[in-house]
């Protein structure tokens, strides 16, 4: 990326670019045609899953006002218990982060905060959930702007440990029925209301013999093509996902 390019993205992304060009990092920001505020998002515009997307969740250290960033898979949560048993202590707990505060601390908005490039010092955590793929995309300064790495370099560009923060899967979340039963039930309100709801219901695991995702029953192929889909096309997996479920065990 030549410097002409760097001036012409938002301040925040050229921020990120610039470490990423530090680094010698293969992949520069790029920017999407819409925001990618929530993990979902930001995985239908790529066409990958909610799991690669790192998340950038914040938190505020009570005892001496640190801002704690928590890097995770889009479709994991955090486990404050876990979190404060790390970072508190003195066992005071952490606190919420508001939107003035995330800014103040990482020079980033909510929805754009990267996982690299802050503004000053923060105490940053990945999730070891993120290691499940190869390729993962974060956020880059910017509600529309995304970059690609691997697990492993985003270690090794922040030096941040790698710990288990996320919340525990319940055997109901992963239990073939909560998802039969989840995904039917968005089927029947497209067909009332016509309003076009995403099948994601953030059990982003593929099946090792049909090759169909285990929360929503679509293809690698269908996923990627999610995002780009227009309304027919999208109409068209429905309909595939609810032919699948009929035979799909559980």
């Known amino acids: 990326m030549c410097g002409a390019e760097l001036v012409a993205l938002p301040e925040g992304v050229?921020?990120?670019?610039?470490?990423?060009?530090?680094?010698?990092h293969a992949h520069a920001p790029i920017m999407l045609d819409k925001a990618a505020r929530t993990a979902q998002q930001a995985a239908e515009a790529l066409g990958v899953t909610a799991g690669q997307i790192a998340k950038s969740i914040v938190f505020r250290r009570k005892s001496d006002d640190a801002a704690v960033l928590v890097v995770t898979s889009g479709d994991q949560r955090v486990d404050e218990k876990k979190l404060d048993a790390l970072v508190c202590p003195?066992?005071?707990?952490?606190?919420?982060?508001?939107?003035?505060?995330?800014?103040?601390?990482?020079?980033?908005?909510?929805?754009?905060?990267?996982?690299l490039a802050h503004a000053g010092p923060v105490v940053l955590m990945i999730d070891q959930s993120l290691f499940r793929f190869d390729v993962?995309?974060?956020?880059?300064?910017?509600?529309?702007?995304?970059?690609?790495?691997a697990p492993a370099e985003l270690q090794w560009?922040?030096?941040?440990?790698?710990?288990?923060?996320a919340v525990d899967l319940h055997e109901d979340k992963i239990n073939p029925r909560y998802a039969i039963d989840t995904v039917a039930a968005r089927a029947v309100k497209i067909r009332a209301t016509g309003e076009m709801m995403s099948p994601c219901v953030s059990v982003?695991?593929?099946h090792a013999t049909t090759g169909l995702c285990e929360g929503c029953f679509r293809t690698m192929d269908e996923i990627a093509a999610w995002g780009n889909a227009g309304d027919d096309s999208r109409r068209a997996i429905w309909a595939q996902i609810e032919q699948r479920m009929g035979t799909f065990p559980g």
């Open 204 to 206: 982003c695991r593929m």
């Open 136 to 149: 993962i995309w974060a956020a880059a300064g910017h509600p529309n702007a995304v970059f690609q790495l």
């Open 90 to 115: 003195d066992g005071k707990r952490l606190g919420r982060a508001d939107a003035e505060f995330v800014k103040l601390k990482t020079g980033f908005s909510i929805g754009g905060v990267s996982p």
């Open 157 to 165: 560009m922040t030096g941040a440990p790698v710990v288990d923060v």
């Open 14 to 24: 050229q921020r990120v670019a610039r470490l990423l060009l530090a680094k010698e």
